[in-house]
C-alpha cells in the first residue's frame, strides 16, 4: 500500500504553495483554443495522430499491467520508440482484474481503429517511459520514492485514474477542432469509452478506502499546481463526499486544449517544450509542444 505522508493532509489551496514544480498538467474547463491551435490552422488527421499518441501509452500500460507484456511490432510500426517500465500486476480482487483487461483490450482496439483509419499517415509508436514520468508524478504529489504504479492494483489504479482523467478531457478539447463529421463521431464514440473507464477507475479507487481517497487527491492536487490561479481539478472525494465525476457547476466534462495535455505527460508547466515525462524523445506528429 501507499505510505500516506504529512503533504496528504493539507488543503488544495495549501498544497499548491509546495513548489511541486514539474508535475503533472492543468485540468481547465471550457478553455479557449491557443492560437497555436486554432481550428483552421489544426487538419483532422493532426488531431488523429495525436491521440494515437496517447492511446499508444494508455494501451502499453494497461497490457503490461495485465498480460506483463506490451503492444506487439505489428501494431506500435516499423519505426517505433523503445517502452521502460511496467509488469504484471497482481490482482487482490478479480472483479478490478477484470476491470483492466477489459480497458487493456479498449486501448488495444483504439490504437488499432488509429492506425487503420489513418493508414500510411499513421505515427508509429513513440519512445514512453513509465519509470521516469511515475517517479515524477510520486515525487510531485509526496506518494513516496518508491512507488510504483505495477507494485498492487491500488497503484495501477491510482495510474490508470491519471491516463483516464486525461483522457476524456482531451477528446472533450479535440471535439470543436475536428471537421470531419465521421471524425468527430468516432472521437465522441472513444470519449464515451474513455469516460466509462474514468468512471470505474475513480469509483474502485474510492471503494479501496481513505488511502486511496488521499493518494489520488494528492495526485489532483498536483496537477492543479499548474493550471493557473482557479482551482480547476477535482479529486475522488471533495467536501467529506464521494466525487466520481469532475465537472463543472452544470455538471459539464471539463476540457484540454493538445498544448494542456502536453503539459501533462511531458510533466512540465513551461511554454515550448516538445518532450520530456513519460515521452523522452516527444510524441510523433505534428501537434508536440506545449
Known amino acids: ?13 495549501r498544497a ?22 486554432a481550428q483552421d490552422e489544426v487538419k483532422d488527421e493532426d488531431i488523429f495522430r495525436f491521440a494515437l499518441n496517447l492511446e499508444y501509452m494508455e494501451a502499453e500500460y494497461y497490457l ?9 511490432d505489428s501494431d506500435a510500426g516499423p519505426k517505433a520508440g523503445a517502452v521502460a517500465g ?19 483490450e479498449n486501448e488495444l482496439a483504439h490504437v488499432r481503429f488509429y492506425r487503420k483509419t489513418l493508414g500510411s499517415d ?10 521516469a514520468g511515475f517517479a ?7 506518494l513516496g520514492a518508491d512507488f510504483d504504479p505495477f507494485g498492487n492494483q491500488m497503484n495501477f489504479v491510482l ?7 486525461v483522457g476524456v478531457t482531451a477528446y472533450a478539447g479535440a471535439a470543436p477542432l475536428l471537421k470531419n463529421k465521421d471524425f468527430q463521431a468516432a472521437a ?40 493557473g490561479p482557479e482551482d480547476k481539478d477535482q479529486g475522488i472525494r471533495v467536501d467529506g463526499k464521494a466525487n466520481i465525476v469532475p465537472s463543472t457547476p452544470d455538471a459539464i466534462a471539463f476540457t484540454r486544449t493538445p498544448q494542456e495535455v502536453l503539459r501533462i505527460v511531458y510533466l512540465t508547466d513551461q511554454k515550448g517544450v516538445s518532450k520530456g515525462g513519460f515521452y523522452p524523445n516527444g510524441m510523433n506528429g505534428t501537434l508536440k509542444s506545449t
Open 159 to 165: 495510474g490508470g485514474m491519471l491516463f483516464e482523467d
Open 188 to 227: 465522441a464514440g472513444i470519449l464515451a469509452v474513455e469516460a466509462y473507464h474514468m468512471g470505474m477507475a475513480r469509483s474502485s479507487l474510492y471503494r479501496m478506502g481513505e488511502d486511496a481517497w488521499k493518494a489520488a487527491n494528492a495526485v489532483s492536487d498536483a496537477r492543479d499546481k499548474i493550471d
Open 122 to 131: 499513421a505515427v508509429d509508436r513513440p519512445a514512453i517511459d513509465f519509470d
Open 16 to 37: 499548491l504553495q509546495f513548489g511541486l514544480g514539474a508535475t503533472l498538467a492543468s485540468a481547465t474547463g471550457l478553455a479557449p483554443v491557443p492560437r497555436a491551435y
Open 86 to 104: 511496467g509488469k504484471q500486476v497482481r490482482f487482490d480482487t478479480p472483479a478490478i482484474g477484470e476491470f483492466m483487461r477489459e480497458v487493456a
Open 64 to 72: 503490461r499491467g495485465t498480460t506483463g507484456k506490451g503492444i506487439d
Open 136 to 142: 515524477a508524478v510520486a515525487k510531485a504529489a509526496g
Open 1 to 13: 500500500m501507499i505510505r500516506v505522508t504529512p503533504a496528504f493532509r493539507v488543503s488544495r489551496r
